[in-house]
Nanobody, 124 residues
Framework: QVQLVESGGGLVQAGGSLRLSCAAS????????MGWFRQAPGRERGLVAA????????YYADSVKGRFTISRDNAKNTMYLQMNILKPEDTAVYYC?????????????????WGQGAQVTVSS
């Protein structure tokens, strides 16, 4: 049973920063490609960023390039999303996701496991 737990969400003013964490309860975290998704009210869930098994390769949605940084620490079974220069349009529930047996970046929605989500609210 794979469990993913997000933390670090909250309320921040525009221009501020937050760091999300995703703790994974898995035996071999390095065998999973990972990703961050978000879903705003009334909108479909979309990919924000993705990372390969060793962190060497990453992918970002155009809307967050230059502001967000995805990273992972395989020794801690944890993935991170550093979010800087936040905008009101970044307001959403953020989900982490894992794709088993995939070492490369997965820039699609094809993930096997999902967390419960963390709310990020950016006020103007």
């Amino acid at each position: 049973q794979v469990q993913l737990v997000e933390s670090g969400g909250g309320l921040v003013q525009a221009g501020g920063s937050l760091r999300l964490s995703c703790a994974a309860s898995v035996r071999s975290f390095s065998t999973y490609a990972m990703g961050w998704f978000r879903q705003a009210p009334g909108r479909e869930r979309g990919l924000v960023a993705a990372i390969s098994w060793n962190g060497a390769s990453t992918y970002y949605a155009d809307s967050v390039k230059g502001r967000f940084t995805i990273s992972r620490d395989n020794a801690k079974n944890t993935m991170y999303l550093q979010m800087n220069i936040l905008k009101p349009e970044d307001t959403a529930v953020y989900y982490c996701a894992a794709r088993f047996g995939q070492h490369r970046v997965v820039p699609t929605s094809r993930y096997d496991y999902w967390g419960q989500g963390a709310q990020v609210t950016v006020s103007s």
